[in-house]
């Protein structure tokens, strides 16, 4: 497999633009995590799916940021308007659940600047 | 809800010498923990973990050993080397692992 895929790598958009980052699991995965990570606070969780339901969506900072997973292979993390602040590196990630302990697996993330 | 600590922030050691970072988590439901290696503009990626169920574990110069009762795991790389250089995350889980929770991460500095 070839990992979890993220696009795009690099975004570089205005203030109050439209922002759609895009991901697609490891194939068979039944989780899915967007993360944001930022120098001043590290690792966020952002929202979970599970089999493609939201199952958590308490870490997403506010109404501009919306996630969704149509289908078990592909999942956009939308933010609309922009803002400088929202610039971070996105990461998507996927887990396989089996009884115990199972780790998750990132992609190579989302290197946003808003300007 | 998961609360993970991780000390210390920032870490310098020579090369060669021994790399302890100690992490500590709230939740007793945890019984996951997986510690994730970050280089420069890269994504995390596991390292090692180690379940409940069990107090240690090694895999060649990487060690994570587990105190359940003071609810508190470190990571021990011996003989460090310039390529151990990066950010490391602990990480805890409960639910079987249905989420994690991160800790803010150690910079390890190796000199040569």
């Known amino acids: 497999d070839a990992g979890v895929i993220q696009s795009p790598r690099h975004e570089v958009t205005e203030m109050g633009q439209e922002v759609t980052l895009r991901c697609k699991p490891i194939?068979?995965?039944?989780?899915l995590f967007w993360y944001r990570q930022t120098m001043m606070r590290g690792l966020e969780l952002l929202i979970y799916?599970?089999?493609?339901?939201?199952?958590?969506d308490s870490g997403m900072p506010e109404d501009r940021f919306s996630a969704k997973m149509p289908n078990a292979s592909f999942s956009t993390l939308k933010i609309q308007p922009s803002e400088p602040r929202d610039s971070a590196v996105y990461f998507c990630?996927?887990?396989?659940?089996?009884?115990?302990?199972?780790?998750?697996?990132f992609g190579e993330g989302s290197w946003l600047t808003v300007v | 809800g998961e609360n993970v600590e991780q000390h210390p922030s920032t870490l310098s050691v020579q090369e060669g010498d021994s790399a302890v970072i100690k992490c500590t988590y709230s939740d007793s439901a945890s019984n996951y923990f997986p510690w994730y290696k970050q280089e420069l503009g890269k994504r995390p990626q596991l390292i090692i973990d180690i379940r409940s169920n069990v107090g240690e574990k090694k895999d060649q110069r990487i060690a994570v050993t587990l105190n359940k009762t003071a609810k508190h795991f470190s990571l021990h790389i011996t003989e460090t080397q310039p390529e151990d250089s990066a950010v490391y995350f602990c990480?805890?889980?409960?639910?079987?692992?249905?989420?994690?929770?991160f800790g803010p991460g150690t910079r390890l500095s190796v000199l040569p």
């Open positions: 194939s068979g995965h039944d989780y």
């Open positions: 990630a996927s887990r396989e659940y089996r009884d115990f302990g199972n780790t998750i697996y």
């Open positions: 799916f599970n089999n493609n339901v939201p199952i958590d």
């Open positions: 990480a805890a889980s409960e639910d079987y692992g249905q989420n994690f929770v």
